[in-house]
């Protein structure tokens, strides 16, 4: 396989080569100046390292933003397995307790017709925005339930390496692991002190304030690549107070 792939690059070779003498060949046989042809030939090898140079820096260049694009692809998939399975309803459960929710919501109501801009404005309004947590300690069992539950679908992820390289995410999912272990450490939350509570609300915070921005990249993403999933994920946004699947006609 080795000699044959050897082979094919020679015949290649002096098939140019053969091109190139035949094509001086001409040039010669019609002008009849060698001196000159010598000098063009001297001058476009004299230029040929440049040459090199600019093509394969534009050629690296060129198969580094694809293999970013093709990482970047299988990246979201994997992201975007994280919201169906775990994320979305975090999400959902979390905005319930986030003090002041209804400008976070009409901030986030996507449409549609959603474009570059508004997503630009969305992530502003987070940056700008100090999001509360107020979860009491009657709603905390239900979210340990379903977090823990979810601790094996989390660390399955972990086993994809180039996950590991996406700095945000990654901050996300350490955030998640800390506040699954904090409520793991608790065996009840009757009777806990205020501090406590207000320990863990700061971890929950953590977690929302990451979620809550990967989600948005998420949205924005589908919106440009995948525009068929953005309108069933517009339609169950979890920032919505009674998300419906279902297509109406206008």
């Known amino acids: 396989m080795f000699n044959k792939l050897f082979m094919?690059?020679?015949?290649?070779?002096s098939a140019l080569f053969a091109i190139s003498l035949a094509l001086y060949g001409i040039d010669f046989s019609i002008f009849g100046n060698l001196r000159e042809i010598s000098a063009s030939f001297l001058g476009n090898l004299a230029f040929l390292p440049i040459y090199i140079i600019v093509v394969t820096l534009l050629f690296e260049r060129v198969l580094k933003e694809r293999e970013r694009q093709s990482v970047m692809r299988k990246l979201n998939m994997v992201i975007g397995v994280f919201f169906s399975?775990?994320?979305?309803?975090l999400l959902k459960e979390l905005s319930e307790h986030v003090v002041g929710s209804?400008?976070?919501?009409?901030?986030?109501r996507m449409t549609a017709s959603w474009k570059n801009e508004d997503f630009d404005e969305a992530l502003e309004y987070l940056r700008r925005s100090h999001v509360r947590i107020s979860i009491d300690s009657d709603a905390l069992p239900c979210l340990k339930q379903?977090?823990?539950?979810?601790r094996s679908f989390l660390l399955s992820?972990?086993?994809n390496?180039?996950?590991l390289e996406h700095e945000n995410f990654t901050d996300l999912l350490w955030a998640a692991f800390h506040t699954i272990e904090e409520?793991?450490?608790r065996a009840s939350f009757d009777g806990i002190p205020s501090s406590d509570q207000e320990h863990i609300n700061g971890d929950i915070?953590?977690?929302?304030?990451?979620?809550?921005?990967?989600w948005v990249l998420y949205m924005q993403h589908l919106k440009e690549d995948y525009p068929y999933l953005f309108s069933l994920a517009v339609r169950l946004n979890p920032m919505i107070d009674s998300p419906d699947p279902v297509v109406y006609q206008d």
């Not at 094919?8 to 070779?13: I, L, R």
Request: glycine share 8%; proline share 0%.
């Open 146 to 150: 379903f977090m823990v539950g979810k």
């Open 102 to 108: 209804e400008e976070l919501k009409t901030r986030l």
């Open 183 to 185: 409520l793991e450490a």
């Open 157 to 159: 992820l972990l086993e």
């Open 161 to 163: 390496q180039n996950l």
């Open 8 to 13: 094919n690059k020679v015949w290649t070779a």
């Open 85 to 89: 399975e775990f994320g979305n309803r």
């Open 205 to 214: 915070k953590r977690v929302f304030g990451h979620l809550i921005r990967e």
